[in-house]
């Protein structure tokens, strides 16, 4: 059963323009470090993080207002690619613990970019 929804649409722009005005500061305090690694490889970057960010905002979307604090840090929400291209969010140790006070076994993502714009959407599955 469907717990919690999350979509999120970021201008790819936007993301560059902070990579190009906070560099390092920005990527360190909003993408874990494989996220950053993936990234770095990519031909389009700021491409690549504004998917992920998008996928950070429509995670905490689908599910921050199940926990108690009803917000986490975005770092804990990693989305990588399978070998076949597939996203998903990996599910390490503090989200795992978040997912599962929010009462969601399972996050299923999509995400996609069109022009200057990507977009997340993710559909919490309850327990």
Do not use: C, W
Not at 64 to 80: P, Q, S, Y
Not at 94 to 122: N, P, Q, W
């Amino acid at each position: 059963m469907i717990k919690g929804i999350g979509v999120d649409s970021v201008s790819i722009s936007e993301i560059k323009r902070y990579i190009e005005v906070f560099g390092d500061v920005f990527v360190n305090r909003t993408f874990t470090e494989n996220e950053v690694a993936v990234s770095r490889s990519s031909p389009q970057p700021a491409e690549y993080l504004a998917t992920r960010f998008a996928a950070k905002e429509a995670v905490f979307k689908a599910i921050a207002h199940f926990t108690k604090d009803k917000g986490f840090d975005f770092r804990i929400v990693e989305t990588l690619n399978e070998a076949d291209g597939y996203p998903v969010v990996q599910m390490n140790d503090k989200l795992r613990a978040l997912v599962e006070e929010a009462g969601v076994a399972a996050i299923h993502i999509s995400m996609t970019t069109e022009k200057d714009f990507a977009t997340a959407f993710v559909v919490a599955e309850s327990l």
